[in-house]
């Protein structure tokens, strides 16, 4: 796993996360994309776990998102119900690579301007290799994860503050796996209601 943080307001979303990946076919460290963008709605899909799943995913939002009747609001009531759906054959496939059941699992956040709401909202979804559904968490003013090496720290939209966490983060996680999960460059995308702008804030 590695780092996935929001910060919500009504005018403003961020989300940053670590560059740190595994190459499919020879397993080396390389690096990855955790976030993408849907910029003709003005959103942004992150993830944290597994990178093959993640973009199935998004591949699906983005096809969504040609739709005439497109809104976030739909979207977001379909994600939970569509990663139900595609799990268990990914689960299936990741066991049969030789993944340890407790490694599976995946944490989504979608978020953006909402035209209905005339504000950003942010969603996270949550799934594991048990068999209840996906966790739906309409967020209020952010999402840390993880987050206990960032307990008692303020909440801050600057850069430096942005990096600063993602290093605690990074360090926690890679000590407390004992190997390294979290790393790279840190990237954030910043969504306003008519910009979305990507930036690498540095190395983690």
């Known amino acids: 796993m590695s780092i996935l943080n929001v910060l919500l307001s009504p005018d403003q979303l961020l989300v940053a996360v670590d560059t740190l990946a595994d190459d499919s076919r020879t397993g080396a460290k390389s690096v990855g994309a955790k976030l993408l963008l849907i910029p003709q709605h003005n959103l942004v899909l992150a993830s944290r776990g597994s990178a093959q799943f993640f973009l199935r995913i998004y591949e699906l939002a983005l096809q969504a998102s040609f739709r005439a009747d497109f809104t976030m609001e739909q979207l977001g009531r379909e994600l939970g119900l569509v990663v139900d759906q595609l799990w268990p054959a990914y689960e299936k496939a990741a066991v049969e690579a ?3 059941r407790s490694a599976i699992g995946t944490e989504l956040v979608l978020g953006g301007w909402s035209p209905q709401a005339s504000r950003m909202v942010a969603t996270a979804y949550a799934k594991s290799v048990n068999q209840e559904p996906t966790r739906v968490q309409p967020l209020e003013g952010g999402l840390a994860s993880p987050g206990e090496p960032l307990r008692g720290r303020p909440d801050s939209f600057a850069p430096e503050d942005l990096l600063a966490a993602g290093r605690i983060q990074a360090a926690w996680l890679n000590r407390s796996s004992g190997r390294q999960v979290a790393g790279g460059r840190l990237l954030t995308a910043r969504l306003r209601p008519s910009s979305a ?8």
């Not at 702008?197 to 983690?204: F, K, P, T, Y």
């Open 98 to 100: 030789g993944i340890e």
């Open 197 to 204: 702008v990507i930036s690498d804030l540095g190395a983690v």
